[in-house]
């Protein structure tokens, strides 16, 4: 059984920094990449970034200069580094296994992405 929880959110004011943890079990990152997506109040669910099993990464440009992606030590852990704040960067992130190795970049609402494995989100507010 795949398993994802996201823990890191929290409130910051713009300008500052949050470096979000997705733990994940079930499958090994030898053969699944990993990403996250993140939901704004009225917003679409939308693809921000991914890490492939071989580490190459991806990223929507309005974050690929201030957000970074990355395995941890532990090979059961990603990591999304999040700098540079502002408040449009608050929604509920999720991070997400692209078991079916198929990427949806952006869907009304994250749970109508059924090709992943989803965690339950965390929470950042960012206050100006």
């Known amino acids: 059984q795949v398993t994802l929880v996201e823990s890191g959110g929290g409130s910051v004011q713009a300008g500052g920094s949050l470096r979000l943890s997705c733990t994940y079990s079930g499958f090994s990152h030898d053969d699944t990449d990993v990403g996250w997506y993140r939901q704004a109040p009225g917003k679409r669910c939308e693809l921000l970034s991914r890490?492939?099993?071989?580490?190459?990464?991806y990223y929507k440009d309005s974050v690929k200069d201030r957000f970074t992606i990355s395995h941890g030590h532990a090979e059961n852990t990603v990591y999304l580094q999040m700098d540079t704040l502002e408040p449009e960067d608050t929604a509920v992130y999720y991070c997400?296994?692209?078991?079916?190795?198929?990427?949806?970049?952006?869907?009304?609402?994250?749970?109508?992405?059924?090709?992943?494995?989803w965690g339950q989100g965390t929470q950042v507010t960012v206050s100006t």
């Open positions: 890490i492939t099993s071989d580490g190459k990464t």
């Open positions: 997400a296994a692209f078991t079916s190795h198929i990427v949806v970049a952006s869907s009304a609402t994250c749970d109508d992405v059924s090709y992943n494995d």
